[in-house]
């Protein structure tokens, strides 16, 4: 197992495209964390997942992000119609939650991110 | 509402010399306190939790309740020690678990 693993490194679109990331989380790990981070700042949360079940979305997100984690192992987050505000580096972790207590165990095993350019 | 602060976007401490990293939060319950650290051109990784009561590194972190704060503080500097410190957030074994980061401070340890 490599680790989390993130596709495309590198994304530039034009303003008002779609575009979609792909996250490959450590193989047994049920929680997997999609963040946001801009120069200067720290990982914004976006949404998170343990297994297949959105747990939370930021209240922050616009309608025009999804994300999905289909059989409970890799997930995509899609942004819609993208706006120049949206470029970013989108992070993805993964971390082994209990699955009984839903607790995380708090480390989370990041990927090296997809970079958004939106022209 | 859960938040993190670090006041400082940049620390520049001489090699030897002590390091302490401030971290503020904000949560009405009893959270979780991480340090992830961010070397150049590597991935964001866990330094320390506060539940492991745990040195790494020559690091170490309490959390004072009592202040709501979690600051990172290492005795003596070394060059291998710049980074960016990202302090985190966590409700822990409540439902609200999700982990949120404060804006990092960028530590530059000069020789």
């Known amino acids: 197992d490599t680790g989390v693993s993130q596709d495309p490194r590198h994304k530039i679109t034009k303003r008002g495209q779609n575009v979609t990331f792909r996250c490959d989380p450590i193989s047994e790990h049920n929680r997997l964390y999609w963040y946001r981070q801009t120069l200067g700042q720290g990982p914004e949360f976006l949404t998170y997942f343990q297994n297949e079940a959105q747990l939370e979305k930021s209240r922050l997100l616009s309608d025009r992000f999804s994300a999905e984690r289909p059989k409970g192992s890799f997930s995509t987050l899609e942004i819609q119609r993208t706006e120049q505000g949206d470029s970013a580096m989108y992070l993805c972790a993964s971390s082994l939650g209990d699955a009984f207590k839903s607790w995380n165990t708090g480390e989370l095993f990041f990927g090296e991110g997809s970079r958004l350019t939106v022209l | 509402a859960q938040r993190v602060t670090q006041p400082e976007k940049l620390l520049s401490v001489f090699k030897g010399a002590p390091v302490e990293l401030k971290c503020n939060y904000s949560?009405?319950?009893?959270?979780?306190l991480f340090w992830y650290v961010q070397y150049s051109r590597q991935r964001l990784q866990l330094l320390l939790r506060h539940i492991s009561r745990e040195s790494i590194k020559g690091f170490t972190a309490d959390l004072n309740k009592g202040e709501t704060s979690f600051h990172l503080k290492k005795p003596f500097a070394q060059e291998e020690d710049s980074a960016m410190y990202y302090c985190?957030?966590?409700?822990?074994?409540?439902?609200?678990?999700?982990?949120?980061f404060g804006k990092g401070t960028r530590l530059h340890i000069l020789p």
């Open positions: 949560y009405s319950g009893s959270p979780e």
């Open positions: 985190a957030l966590s409700g822990g074994m409540n439902r609200d678990d999700k982990i949120i």
